[in-house]
């Protein structure tokens, strides 16, 4: 059974930072593209960044480039992203989802992506 677990959520002041991480269990972690998504109140759950299966690729949304950067370690089978000068509007829940890898393309898009976490709720504040 696939269990993808979030933490490092929380309330953080604008322009601080938070590290996510996203602990993955029943697959092969090497072999799955990962990704962060995320989904304010009332709004689409949107693309924020993913890596490849070996980390040697990755793509971000351009709402957050150059301020979040999205790693993974496969011996502790994590995947982590890293935001730095928040803004309120990062303010989501935020998903962690996997995908078993296709040669070199990462997908964007969440109905390409085969296991969801239950999310992490980060809070910016002015």
């Known amino acids: 059974q696939v269990q993808l677990v979030e933490s490092g959520g929380g309330l953080v002041q604008i322009g601080g930072s938070l590290r996510l991480s996203c602990a993955a269990s029943?697959?092969?972690?090497?072999?799955?593209?990962m990704a962060w998504f995320r989904q304010a109140p009332g709004k689409e759950r949107e693309f924020v960044a993913a890596?490849?299966?070996?980390?040697?690729?990755?793509v971000y949304a351009d709402s957050v480039k150059g301020r979040f950067t999205i790693s993974r370690l496969t011996a502790v089978k994590t995947l982590y992203l890293r935001m730095n000068a928040l803004k309120t509007e990062d303010a989501a829940v935020y998903y962690c989802a996997a995908v078993l890898a296709s040669s070199t393309y990462i997908p964007t898009e969440k109905n390409e992506y085969q296991y969801w976490g239950q999310g992490t709720q980060v809070t910016v504040s002015s």
């Open positions: 890596i490849s299966w070996n980390g040697g690729d990755t």
């Open positions: 029943g697959l092969t972690f090497v072999s799955y593209t």
